[in-house]
Structure formats: C-alpha cells, structure tokens
T-cell receptor, first 110, second 115 residues
Framework: GQQVMQIPQYQHVQEGEDFTTYCNSS?????IQWYKQRPGGHPVFLIQ???SGEVKKQKRLTFQFGEAKKNSSLHITATQTTDVGTYFC??????????WGAGTKLIIKP | DSGVTQTPKHLITATGQRVTLRCSPR?????VYWYQQSLDQGLQFLIQ???????AKGNILERFSAQQFPDLHSELNLSSLELGDSALYFC??????????????FGPGTRLTVL
C-alpha cells in the first residue's frame, strides 16, 4: 500500500542548532499535514500544505511541499527546549485519507 | 484542550480480557478516528467513522471493533487482549469533507496496560 517515509527517526541537537525532518511518498499526495506531539501529550496540528512548491513559515518553523507533491520537509531554526517532541507528517492520498509518517523525535542535548 | 474527550485515562487489565474505550468528539465534528501508539512508536491508524458509518479501515485487528453512536460518540472494543496490545490509544475527530483533508483534533488518549 501507499506509504509515507519519514526520516530521521531521531535527531539529537544542541539547543540553538537547526533541525530538519523529511517525508517522502512514492505517489503524488493531495496535500500534507504536519503535527507535533510533545512528550506525554497528544498530536497537535501544525499546518497543511496543498500547492506544489508551497512554502509556509510559522516563526522559526519552515514547511515545504515539493514541486512534484511527493515530498515535504519541516525545518526549525535555532531550536529551543520548547521544540522538543515528535514531529509527524501525514500525507493525503487521492481519497484525502491521511497516511502517517513514522515521526521524527527531536531531542535537545543538555 | 482540543475538545475531544477520552475515557478512561488509564486502564490496566489482564490477558484474555475485553475492554471498551470511549471517545466524545468536538462539538460539530462528524468524523472520529482511532489510532494505536505503542511505546515510542508512530501512530497506527485503526479505523474511521463518519456520522455513524465506517468510512476507512487501517491496520485494525479482528479482535478489535469500533462503532459510532447516533450522538456521535465512539467506542473502541478490544477483546482477547494480549501483552502486545499495551499501548496508548488516541481518538481524533474532524468535521470531515469527502473533498478535502480536515484537521484532526486528538484527545488525550487512553493508556492501556495488559498484564
């Protein structure tokens, strides 16, 4: 079946360093959503990208949707302790059903 | 607070038993989704209901079943429980449209421990 691959599984960074997670689909996506799950919490919606090549920013977070609508990335500039958590992408197939990536866990090194 | 409620918060039971998890969606949301999240793992989509009808099925075991009632709350039934069923079970809700992908609002989850 259709899959959305998300890498890396974990990323350890020093506070202040940048963080990036990538999602790739073998097929074209209708759109892609990003969610954040804080430790001990539940996933919370961050953003949805719909258009080919779309780039959206939320403060230090930059989200991109590839030109072919098969890949997406989330980049965080100058990480802070509040950024800790797991970031999930979820791509929508042709029926608008979400296919979830496995998540990338952001860990801030002390 | 997402507006989605789940009960109970924690559930401890023994292998072979049956449990029921309950979810109340946000006011106005017609669709409910169930997910399983094992320790430090990703979200496994189980099943979606829309306005009382099953809409989509994911990796749901035959021992698991769900339903959505006329008041739109949903229940996930897990039977013949095994140790491997220990996980966090999330419910999410959305308005749902057949022609777009809605934001899903997640509840706080029910942590199931099977001993």
């Amino acid at each position: 079946g259709q899959q959305v691959m998300q890498i890396p599984q974990y990323q350890h960074v020093q506070e202040g360093e940048d963080f990036t997670t990538y999602c790739n689909s073998s097929t074209t996506l209708s759109n892609i959503q990003w969610y954040k799950q804080r430790p001990g919490g539940h996933p919370v919606f961050l953003i949805q990208l719909v258009k080919s090549g779309e780039v959206k920013k939320q403060k230090r977070l930059t989200f991109q949707f590839g030109e072919a609508k098969k890949n997406s990335s989330l980049h965080i500039t100058a990480t802070q302790t509040t950024d800790v958590g797991t970031y999930f992408c979820a791509g929508a197939d042709s029926n608008y059903q979400l296919i979830w990536g496995a998540g990338t866990k952001l860990i801030i090194k002390p | 607070d997402s507006g989605v409620t789940q009960t109970p918060k924690h559930l401890i039971t023994a292998t072979g038993q049956r449990v029921t998890l309950r979810c109340s969606p946000r006011s106005g949301d017609l669709s409910v989704y169930w997910y399983q999240q094992s320790l430090d793992q990703g979200l496994q989509f189980l099943i979606q209901y829309y306005n009382g009808e099953e809409r989509a099925k994911g990796n749901i075991l035959e021992r698991f079943s769900a339903q959505q009632f006329p008041d739109l709350h949903s229940e996930l039934n897990l039977s013949s429980l095994e140790l491997g069923d220990s996980a966090l079970y999330f419910c999410a809700s959305s308005v749902f449209s057949a022609l777009s992908t809605d934001t899903q609002y997640f509840g706080p989850g029910t942590r199931l421990t099977v001993l």
